[in-house]
């Protein structure tokens, strides 16, 4: 089972192997790593072997209290070789790091999605568990789990659970029912993502999502709503039995900014001064603040101090504009069989990013088009040109750098580790994405 690594090079046998032999590599000395051994290079811990699934799965009943989860059957066996386990039950590769061009990725060479693989590779499979213990309706379960088929990013599950450890590391509290914890916040943080995408297709009327038919042009309007409503509760519930005032107040504000930043899309007609700073509080809201507030309360679990919640979430911020300027970005030069969406989307919907909003400098012809929202005939076509002829994809991709080189600051604060050099990945990630 090979993999291809952020850097471009091969990686051969299998990522679980991988994984523990760059732990060792990196952090020998740590307590629980075994030197390798010459047959199969590395021998996992004794501990790890009787844990394997400890972090994964979530085999409850919705009615079961939270120390109950602790306590859940494993998917695979211990007993079980990794390659004996269900090829169902392993994660598709994300995009953002099998796409990726071999160009620089910083000097150390770890693929985040590696150095997670025991706490991703059944993440979809748990996500579509809850969705489904929660409702005797087969049509709403369907609708609701549309969007976790293993073929997104996974972006924000993999963010959460990189600081997740890295803070773990940092305060040298690595216990499982805490990693546990943090998981249950990474699950939250992808199902109010999928939630938003359910709503705004809704909102936008679109027919593709992700390369395949919306949830938009396959079930009515009502039920989807009302699916994207159904996601959003079961998460909260989730949230809720981790018992912690603290955590619930962080992760709501993600849900109250997302509702604001969509109203904040749908009448924005400033002036061209003030077109900007809305621009990128708009942005804040619908996109940065849930991996933000999301890695904050992975921090708010762990007992963090307020200085490293307040690492965690600027990191989550600075990655979060970030990802969103290169996405306003592709926008304009990405085929729709990279996006899996029709290219200048934004522009039909009638919404101004970074790069027109960059563009408007150069041809000032731009600010009527946007005051009307691209609406007359022709307004479409003429802003995409202009927006190519300008500098505006190449002053949107700089202010993008700005904010990973801000995060890759933000995270050296932290004690080295596998995790914290992941985090730093993560930030060439983003900026070298091509869908």
Not at 22 to 36: I, K
Not at 162 to 168: C, E, F, G, Q
Not at 228 to 249: H, N
Not at 413 to 423: A, D, H, R, V
Request: aromatic share 8%; charged share 20%; proline share 4%.
């Amino acid at each position: 089972m090979a993999c291809l690594s952020t850097s471009g090079r091969v990686v051969c046998g299998s990522r679980r192997q991988q994984t523990h032999k760059l732990l060792y590599q990196l952090f020998g000395s740590r307590p629980g790593l075994t030197n390798p051994s010459p047959s199969t290079g590395f021998n996992p811990p004794k501990v790890q072997q009787q844990a394997m699934r400890l972090f994964h799965g979530l085999s409850f009943s919705m009615g079961k209290d939270y120390p109950d989860l602790l306590q859940s059957s494993h998917k695979c066996s211990h007993n079980l070789e990794y390659s004996q386990c269900s090829t169902t039950n392993k994660r598709q590769h994300s995009s953002v790091h099998t796409q990726q061009p071999a160009g620089p990725v910083r000097e150390f060479q770890i693929d985040p999605y590696i150095i997670l693989d025991d706490d991703l590779k059944y993440f979809y499979d748990d996500v579509r568990y809850l969705l489904k213990s929660g409702t005797s309706q087969p049509e709403l379960d369907t609708i609701a789990s549309y969007y976790f088929d293993g073929q997104g990013k996974a972006l924000r599950p993999m963010v959460t659970m990189l600081m997740a450890k890295a803070i773990n590391y940092h305060l040298n509290n690595e216990s499982h029912q805490l990693v546990h914890k943090q998981r249950q916040i990474a699950l939250f943080s992808e199902m109010v993502h999928s939630a938003s995408l359910v709503h705004d297709d809704v909102i936008d009327q679109s027919d593709f999502r992700r390369g395949k038919p919306s949830v938009n042009a396959l079930w009515n309007h009502k039920k989807v709503t009302m699916a994207g409503d159904y996601i959003l509760s079961i998460a909260s519930i989730m949230i809720a039995r981790l018992r912690s005032d603290d955590v619930t107040i962080v992760l709501s504000q993600i849900l109250t900014d997302l509702v604001q930043g969509e109203f904040m899309q749908l009448g924005s007609r400033e002036t061209e001064n003030e077109r900007f700073a809305h621009y990128l509080t708009k942005t804040y809201r619908k996109t940065a603040s849930l991996i933000a507030n999301a890695l904050k309360a992975t921090a708010v679990i762990a007992q963090a101090d307020d200085n490293v919640a307040e690492v965690a979430f600027q990191y989550g911020r600075n990655i979060g504009l970030a990802f969103q300027l290169v996405d306003d970005m592709l926008d304009f030069v990405s085929s729709t069989e990279q996006m899996g969406k029709p290219t200048a989307a934004d522009l039909k919907l009638g919404l101004a990013t970074a790069p027109v909003l960059f563009a408007c400098e150069k041809y000032p012809e731009l600010n009527p088009m946007v005051m009307r929202r691209f609406s007359e005939p022709g307004d479409v076509e003429r802003a995409f040109e202009l927006v190519h002829k300008s500098h505006g994809l190449e002053q949107t991709r700089f202010l993008a750098k700005k904010h990973c080189n801000e995060a890759i600051r933000l995270a050296q604060e932290l004690t080295e580790s596998p995790y914290q050099k992941g985090l730093q990945v993560v930030a060439d990630l983003v900026i070298n994405r091509m869908k």
